[in-house]
């Protein structure tokens, strides 16, 4: 049962592990696309997914650390991306954010 | 005797109120009262039997700093100086200076200066010579400026002001040396332990700066350069503090210090030479003015150089002639110059060149004048003290035993008979010259702005006062020798001194022919001055010590304008740098020397790959932000470096900061695109290749240096933290199993609600800067 366990905790660590270098080798791909570009559109999409791969990121480390206290910090990305594109693509798109009441 | 000094001051503050009256009584009535009291109070102690006397008066005595006042024979001499010509010239300037004048103004300058003047000749203590040494720079600046409309009358006051307070300055440098050397602030005291300060090391820099001091006050070559441009006061105030006070006071320090400084040879050699080159200087420079001011301006700067050089030479006979002097000048120099002003006010010019024969239109005018420019050339004739003070001039100078021969002091002992004649000869020339030049020759009343005529009594009476004064002293030089002469002498001398002063010693008496050589030589160059004027153009051509002075005002400006210039261009970039540099300077240097680069691997931990990844990440967003020149790109690049920080945060077990920085980074990014409308476009500046390198330097070095204190920070851990403490307490002690959180808000909650305030006045700031309208040109 013991070894059982071990097995498994192994298996876990080195799942996640690999998982680990696969988000981050997507992560250094996407750092490629968010600096070369070409458009600021090319920038944002890659600065969204790479918030995604960090919630990634952070559950794995979660599972690797054994703890729950980055689920928030998993949540709030979700939300901050959210935002944080809706708002690049209305600034991409109109050149503000905020737009002025109706005078 | 505090009252005697008080009095002016105390008075000064009256003025304004007296002055409401001017339409029916001249408010200078009020003024000439208080120099006569001050007078007659200081009167009463002169005598052969007179003893030197000591008041005290506390000030600040946990400073050693009092209100000490000693009246000696050379203070006595300079109070009724003071006071007695101050009460002349008081009386003077009522009949000078009009009722339509600023003379509460005038009267309260005046008021103050006199005081301060009082205070500077009575006061034992330094600090109080000093204060009110620069009491009187700061009421000569005051009244050089009275007409203040005038251009070169600001132009005079601002240029007797900064060369008579750098002098203020240096006197302060020495009087604090002897103060800490001495350990005493009086003066009386350090004259006591002379021996302490001439053996020091410090003795050649107490010298320098206390001569210093005396030479730009008394208007020795080469400061004597304010003096003629102080001629833009009204004429008392030049009578006043131009002949007879102010310009004296550093021939009263030089005298006072003289028990002390006479018993070394530089005080010889400086004061003798810078006196004596004065005294040729400004004879010489006198027979070229045309303006009987500028006469008179040079003539007592030579006059004070003489003074100066006897002090110098510190003999006996020296002493005793330069203490005499300094009466004998006052008395013809202050009435000189009411001549002066008398010509002035009753022709409406000071030009000589416009003046002439007035003889029949001043008659009494003339006759004060011929006394005055004759004792002052120093005709041998027995009711002149000119006359005396310049024969026992020569008589010191050629009597110098007490002096050794060897090397340059030989040189100098050899020259100065000959200077001394020299210098008065010149002197005899001007002396002719204001005197036939204005009174004498034919009269070109056309030229005159004003109608010649006889002044008003009133005005009259100071100058016969004061030449009634050079006869009297000539023809009786025995009646103030004992009880006033022999007294101020012996103060400076430090022992017992007393000269009979003869009119006649005999042919074959050295200064005779001395001085029958001044009078033959005199009246040939005076004859001949139209031939030999040219020699002008020559010496000093274009050589003056005023294009000195303006150019270093000018330069000094100029330079020190630069100077700001060339750090303070206006651009952050360059503050940057230089602060940047400054801290890189300041820690290398300090690590070096103090060896404190340490690195200490023990208590590292290990490092796993995630964290190696969101590293390279970072790394490679932060190079690129610099590189790109979009500044969208930029501000996006920047998103990933904080994400990557948020992300390290993670790593090393932080949730809380992980959260605050996520929403931070996320936030600062819209920020960025808000504003990003309004901002320029991001373009690579064009700096030179040298900046740009300087830049590169001064970051690499930067991040380097932080490295550095980090990596030793890290390897030099002297105690245990106190982390252990709030992981232990948080629970029992703050109710919370957050230790971040409890450590904010209950442990350490005063910076969390300063850190709240800076939001909230951030939060104003920003509401502030957006609602509140500008000014007209800023929108």
Same mark, same amino acid.
């Given at each position: 049962m013991e070894e059982m366990l071990n097995v498994t905790q192994s298996l876990v660590e080195y799942t996640t592990l690999i998982c680990i270098t696969?988000?981050?080798?997507?992560?250094?791909?996407?750092?490629?696309?968010?600096?070369?570009?070409?458009?600021?559109? +090319?920038?944002?999409?890659?600065? +969204?997914?790479?918030? /995604?791969?960090?919630?990634?990121?952070?559950?794995?480390?979660? /599972?690797?650390?054994?703890?729950?206290?980055?689920?928030?910090?998993?949540?709030?990305?979700?939300?901050?991306?959210?935002?944080?594109?809706?708002?690049?693509?209305?600034?991409?798109?109109?050149?503000?954010?905020?737009?002025? +009441?109706?005078? | 005797m505090i009252w005697a000094v008080l009095l002016p001051f105390i008075m000064a503050m009256f003025i304004p109120f007296v002055d409401k009256w001017r339409e029916r009584i001249h408010t200078g009535f009020f003024v000439t009262i208080i120099p006569i009291l001050i007078?007659?109070?200081?009167?009463?102690?002169?005598?052969?039997?007179?003893?030197?006397?000591?008041?005290?008066?506390?000030?600040?005595?946990?400073?050693? %700093?009092?209100?000490? *006042?000693?009246?000696?024979?050379?203070?006595?001499?300079?109070?009724?100086? &003071?006071?007695?010509?101050?009460?002349?010239?008081a009386f003077y300037s009522i009949y000078y200076l009009d009722k339509s004048e600023q003379l509460g103004h005038f009267y309260v300058y005046f008021l103050l200066f006199m005081g301060s003047m009082l205070g500077v000749v009575l006061?034992?203590?330094?600090?109080?010579?000093?204060?009110?040494?620069? #009491?009187?720079?700061?009421?000569?600046?005051?009244?050089?400026?009275?007409?203040? *409309?005038?251009?070169?009358?600001?132009?005079?006051?601002?240029?007797?002001?900064?060369?008579?307070?750098?002098?203020?300055l240096s006197l302060l440098g020495a009087l604090v040396f002897m103060t800490v050397l001495t350990d005493t602030t009086s003066i009386q005291e350090m004259i006591s332990q002379k021996q302490l300060i001439l053996n020091s090391e410090y003795f050649p820099l107490i010298l320098a700066l206390l001569l210093l001091g005396a030479f730009t006050k008394s208007a020795q070559f080469p400061f004597h350069i304010w003096l003629p441009d102080a001629m833009e006061a009204p004429t008392p105030v030049s009578a006043y503090l131009h002949s007879a006070t102010m310009v004296k006071a550093g021939i009263y320090l030089v005298a006072r210090y003289s028990p002390m400084l006479s018993s070394s040879d530089w005080f010889f050699i400086i004061v003798s030479s810078v006196g004596i080159v004065t005294l040729c200087w400004g004879s010489y420079m006198a027979v070229r003015q045309v303006d009987l001011k500028g006469i008179l301006a040079f003539s007592t700067i030579s006059q004070l150089g003489m003074i100066m050089a006897m002090l110098g030479f510190g003999t006996k006979v020296a002493v005793f002639a330069a203490v005499f002097h300094i009466l004998n000048h006052a008395t013809f120099?202050?009435?000189?110059?009411?001549?002066?002003?008398?010509?002035?006010?009753? @022709?409406?010019?000071?030009? &000589?060149?416009?003046?002439g024969g007035l003889m029949t239109y001043l008659p009494i005018t003339a006759t004060l004048a011929i006394f005055g420019t004759f004792s002052?050339?120093?005709?041998?004739?027995?009711?002149?003290?000119? *006359?005396?003070?310049?024969?026992?001039?020569?008589?010191?100078?050629?009597?110098? !035993?007490?002096?050794?021969?060897?090397?340059? %002091?030989?040189?100098?002992?050899?020259?100065?008979?000959?200077?001394?004649?020299?210098?008065?000869?010149?002197?005899?020339?001007?002396?002719?010259? #204001?005197?036939?030049?204005?009174?004498?020759?034919?009269?070109?009343?056309?030229?005159?702005?004003?109608?010649?005529?006889?002044?008003?009594?009133?005005?009259?009476v100071s100058p016969i006062i004061l030449v009634l004064g050079v006869i009297l002293i000539g023809l009786f030089p025995g009646m103030v020798n004992e009880p006033f002469i022999a007294h101020a002498a012996s103060a400076v001398k430090g022992?017992?001194?007393?000269?009979?002063?003869? *009119?006649?010693?005999?042919?074959?008496?050295?200064p005779l &022919?001395?001085?029958? @050589?001044?009078?033959?030589?005199?009246?040939?160059?005076?004859?001949?001055?139209?031939?030999?004027?040219?020699?002008?153009?020559? %010496?000093?051509?274009?050589?003056?010590?005023?294009?000195?002075?303006?150019?270093?005002?000018?330069?000094?400006?100029?330079?020190?304008?630069?100077?700001?210039?060339?750090?303070?261009?206006?651009s952050i970039g360059r503050y940057v740098r230089l602060v940047l540099a400054a801290i890189l300077i300041v820690t290398f240097a300090f690590m070096a020397l103090t060896g404190g680069f340490t690195v200490d691997l023990s208590n590292v931990a290990p490092l796993s790959l995630p964290e190696i990844f969101v590293a390279i990440t970072m790394v490679i967003a932060a190079v690129s932000t610099i590189l790109t020149n979009n500044r969208i790109t930029a501000i996006l690049i920047l998103g990933v470096v904080g994400y990557g920080l948020s992300m390290l945060f993670v790593l090393f077990r932080a949730p809380d900061l992980a959260l605050t920085q996520l929403i931070v980074e996320t936030v600062t990014v819209a920020l960025f695109l808000l504003v990003f409308y309004h901002l320029p476009k991001l373009r690579k500046k064009e700096e030179a290749a040298s900046t740009r390198f300087l830049n590169l330097v001064i970051s690499i070095g930067f991040g380097a240096m932080m490295t550095m204190v980090a990596i030793s920070?890290?390897?030099?851990?002297?105690?245990?933290?106190?982390?252990?403490? #709030?992981? !232990?307490?948080?629970?029992?002690?703050?109710?919370?199993?957050?230790?971040?959180?409890?450590?904010?808000?209950? #442990?350490?909650?005063?910076?969390?609600?300063?850190? &709240?305030?800076?939001?909230?006045?951030?939060?104003?700031?920003?509401?502030?800067?957006?609602?509140?309208?500008?000014?007209?040109?800023?929108?």
């Open positions: 696969g988000v981050s080798i997507s992560l250094i791909i996407l750092l490629y696309r968010a600096i070369k570009g070409p458009s600021n559109p +090319d920038r944002a999409v890659a600065l +969204d997914i790479i918030g /995604i791969n960090l919630m990634a990121l952070a559950g794995l480390i979660a /599972i690797l650390l054994v703890t729950t206290k980055f689920n928030d910090v998993i949540l709030l990305i979700g939300i901050l991306l959210f935002i944080g594109t809706v708002a690049l693509a209305k600034f991409l798109e109109k050149g503000v954010i905020i737009e002025r +009441d109706m005078d | 007078f007659i109070y200081f009167a009463r102690f002169l005598g052969t039997g007179f003893e030197p006397l000591t008041r005290s008066y506390s000030w600040i005595p946990s400073l050693d %700093i009092n209100m000490v *006042f000693h009246l000696d024979g050379l203070s006595l001499l300079f109070v009724l100086l &003071i006071s007695g010509i101050g009460a002349l010239v006061s034992d203590n330094v600090f109080v010579l000093y204060s009110f040494w620069e #009491f009187t720079s700061l009421s000569s600046f005051l009244l050089i400026g009275f007409w203040n *409309f005038k251009k070169e009358s600001r132009y005079g006051a601002l240029k007797s002001m900064l060369i008579t307070v750098f002098g203020g120099k202050g009435s000189l110059f009411m001549v002066a002003g008398i010509v002035d006010h009753e @022709t409406g010019t000071r030009d &000589i060149r416009k003046l002052m050339a120093g005709v041998p004739l027995p009711f002149l003290n000119g *006359f005396y003070s310049k024969e026992l001039f020569f008589d010191a100078s050629l009597h110098l !035993e007490d002096i050794a021969n060897a090397g340059f %002091i030989g040189v100098l002992k050899t020259a100065l008979p000959y200077l001394a004649v020299f210098g008065s000869i010149f002197t005899f020339v001007y002396s002719m010259y #204001f005197f036939f030049g204005t009174f004498r020759g034919k009269a070109n009343l056309s030229e005159l702005p004003k109608k010649p005529h006889e002044a008003p009594v009133g005005m009259l022992l017992a001194v007393s000269k009979e002063v003869y *009119f006649w010693h005999g042919f074959l008496y050295p &022919i001395m001085s029958i @050589t001044v009078l033959v030589f005199g009246t040939v160059l005076y004859l001949s001055r139209k031939q030999w004027a040219p020699v002008y153009r020559a %010496i000093p051509g274009v050589l003056s010590m005023n294009k000195v002075y303006d150019g270093l005002v000018d330069r000094l400006e100029t330079y020190s304008s630069r100077v700001t210039k060339a750090y303070m261009n206006g920070a890290h390897s030099s851990k002297f105690f245990e933290s106190i982390s252990s403490y #709030f992981l !232990e307490n948080s629970y029992k002690l703050g109710g919370g199993d957050n230790v971040v959180n409890v450590i904010l808000v209950d #442990f350490r909650g005063l910076d969390t609600l300063f850190e &709240i305030v800076v939001l909230g006045i951030a939060a104003m700031a920003i509401y502030g800067l957006i609602k509140l309208p500008g000014k007209k040109e800023d929108q």
